[in-house]
């Protein structure tokens, strides 16, 4: 049901990102969505890669300060108002949206976004309920 995201500290200095994405193109691994914040001494890049695993090795082992964290993929119809629809949802069931950001790729034509929410497993039980398609990490990695 989630989805394990690379979460990476970075810092704000001339090329860092570039260093970022040719360590993990040299690795073999695979961008699939990227989401980066800046704060004037650090950026905070979220990622979803090929191999979790790999890359966090790689990042870690290069000097970069890297983590895991769990998120939501959801199915979301990639039509004016489809994320509104999944919006409404999680607003009626009283969560709060930490931060989200959309996959590079689709899903038999619908879009993919990336939810970071309070009460994660709660909001999950309620987006399915409501028919809400969530995706695993196998149909992400496919």
């Given at each position: 049901?989630?989805?394990?995201?690379?979460?990476?500290?970075?810092?704000?200095?001339?090329?860092?990102?570039?260093?970022?994405?040719?360590?993990?193109?040299?690795?073999?691994?695979?961008?699939?969505?990227?989401?980066?914040a800046?704060?004037?001494?650090?950026?905070?890049?979220?990622a979803?890669?090929?191999?979790n695993?790999?890359?966090?090795?790689?990042?870690?082992?290069?000097?970069?300060a890297?983590?895991?964290?769990?998120?939501?993929a959801?199915?979301v119809?990639?039509?004016?108002?489809?994320?509104?629809?999944?919006?409404?949802?999680?607003?009626?069931?009283?969560?709060?949206?930490?931060?989200?950001y959309?996959?590079?790729?689709?899903?038999?034509?619908?879009?993919?976004?990336?939810?970071?929410?309070?009460?994660?497993?709660?909001a999950?039980?309620?987006?399915?309920?409501?028919?809400?398609?969530?995706?695993?990490?196998?149909?992400?990695?496919?």
């Amino acid at each position: 049901m989630f989805i394990q995201q690379l979460s990476v500290y970075i810092e704000n200095h001339q090329g860092r990102l570039a260093d970022f994405c040719a360590l993990l193109g040299g690795g073999g691994i695979d961008l699939s969505a990227l989401s980066i914040a800046d704060t004037s001494n650090f950026g905070l890049i979220r990622a979803i890669v090929s191999d979790n695993d790999k890359a966090l090795s790689l990042l870690q082992q290069n000097g970069f300060a890297a983590s895991l964290t769990p998120v939501l993929a959801v199915s979301v119809a990639d039509a004016p108002s489809g994320l509104a629809n999944v919006l409404q949802i999680l607003r009626e069931g009283g969560f709060s949206i930490e931060y989200l950001y959309s996959f590079m790729r689709r899903i038999n034509h619908e879009a993919i976004i990336l939810f970071r929410i309070d009460k994660p497993e709660e909001a999950a039980g309620l987006l399915l309920k409501k028919g809400i398609r969530l995706l695993s990490q196998e149909e992400i990695a496919r």
